[in-house]
């Protein structure tokens, strides 16, 4: 295989190639290492001579997530980009979810094109928020995961509380597959559980190059590490004994997490993460349309868009639209079917995000994420297809906590004003909640993150000549109602009760304290928790 990739022969089959891949997300609260870990496994995939030279923090202003003008002024993240490694004979499809605090439904809808999640986690502040929230979705996906406690070189928690709190806040039993030679902040090496070998780290000047290791049965590892080889080993049995140890079903089976202890600055266990995606990370495997019947990865070519970036390249107003491809061979310059329109799509120009730039792809298999240029035709959720029409479910909606009205700085261009919050809708960019009451000129936009705002008010302005002003509403709590209960809801104080274009009716309540007053006093109002589905 080549390093980029691609395959020797275009002729690879679609299920061979299938069984070679990885496609995972990594879910982390901002801080927590997530670019240092990206690039820690690219160094050890060989995909760049050396860290730092993708998603660097120096660098990140240039690098190629950073295509809109607002990324770069705050050198954050904000599209979903994909980085693909190989690594044993195996490509890895990292799919990228932006890590900034004010984080949107991109983040999530990511998740819906994953195979697998590594967790990233602070040693020293354990499960945070948005781990939280990300890993929800995982959880109702039922997506595996894989824990990864890092910064493990850092004064820190002790492991074994640290396991206790991943089983208690995510219903998850942790499977260590090593544990930590040396408390949190002396990191020495790890106990590899099932071999009962010990993996000593040797740091290297900067990180910037694949950490040496050496590997000692238990009686060096002893004499070598003194009391805290012994510690470890004693913990582990521990571990044994309480059931603790690796098990494949149920891992897949979104039961239980292995966890890997690392320090990714230092590049230490970040070749155990690499092995562990190839060797249990399950492959893309067939994927069911609408009517729940799986469409096998060797059906003819498939996939569907998971997001959407307009205005990466401001000379041309390009739209990529993200493809994650669900079955077959899909070859550049494929006549494509786009199932909600059954409109032709030409794949003439295709992308591949990679490091510093964009490669042009010339074949891609499940599992792959390619980017479709000049994608104006298609729509987020959309399905194509070759030969054997298909049509996958569509993509989740998530609960909104942030909630806007908008309204035309100049009424006089309504028309830019409506088509612009219409495309921003499809899109997927925010979501858009009418009323009666509201009436077309003012809707309420709503997002799970701030930034979408920021994103739509740039986007009304520059692209659709119909700048806005966004009146923030105090309402934090979106809970879906039924008609029926519609009309009481709205009587109550400080509730509305606004409908989505999916036809859903939200009841929009200002903290979840209100929300249980108003279940208080309308026991029989429906009010379901939005949960990505
Ligand atoms: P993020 O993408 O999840 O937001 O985190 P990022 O990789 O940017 O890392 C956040 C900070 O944590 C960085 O420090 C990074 O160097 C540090 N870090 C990441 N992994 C480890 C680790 O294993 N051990 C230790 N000790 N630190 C780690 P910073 O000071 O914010 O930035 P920088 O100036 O070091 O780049």
Known sequence: MRPDGQEPTPHTDASTAARRRRTFAVISHPDAGKSTLTEALALHAQAIGEAGHINGKSGRRHTVSDWMSMEQARGISITSASLQLTYRDTVLNLLDTPGHADFSEDTYRVLAAVDAAVMLIDAAKGLEEQTMKLFA??????????????KWDRPGREPLALMDEIARRTGLTPTPLTWPVGIAGDFRGVLERDTASYVGFSATAGGAHVAPEV???????????????TTCAEESDLLAASGADHDQEAFLAGVSTPVLFAAAVKNFGVGRLLDTLVD?????????????????????????????????????????????????????????????????????????????????VETAYPGDVVGLVNASALQIGDSIYTDEPVEFPPLPTFAPEHFAVARAKDVGRYKQFRRGITQLEAEGVVQVLRSDLRGDQAPVLAAVGPMQFEVAEHRMADEFGSPVDLERLAYTVARRTDRESASDLSAERGVEVLQRADGDLLALFPDEWRVRSVQRSLPDAELESLVAT
């Not at 003819?300 to 107003?317: C, E, I, N, W």
């Open 137 to 150: 979705v995982c959880k109702h996906r039922g997506i595996p995961i894989i824990t990864v406690v890092n």
């Open 215 to 229: 590997r000692l049965a238990p009686e060096a590892a002893a004499e070598r590490e003194g009391e805290a080889w």
């Open 280 to 360: 249990l990370a399950p492959p893309p495997g067939p994927r069911e349309d609408r009517s729940g019947r799986p469409r096998p990865v060797d059906a003819p070519f498939s996939g569907y868009v998971f997001k959407l970036q307009t205005g990466m390249d401001t000379a041309h107003r390009d739209r990529m639209a993200f493809v994650r491809v669900c079955s077959g061979v899909f070859r550049r310059g494929t006549v494509v079917t786009i199932a909600r329109t059954g409109k032709p799509f030409a794949t003439k120009y295709v992308q591949r995000t990679f490091g510093q730039g964009r490669d042009v």
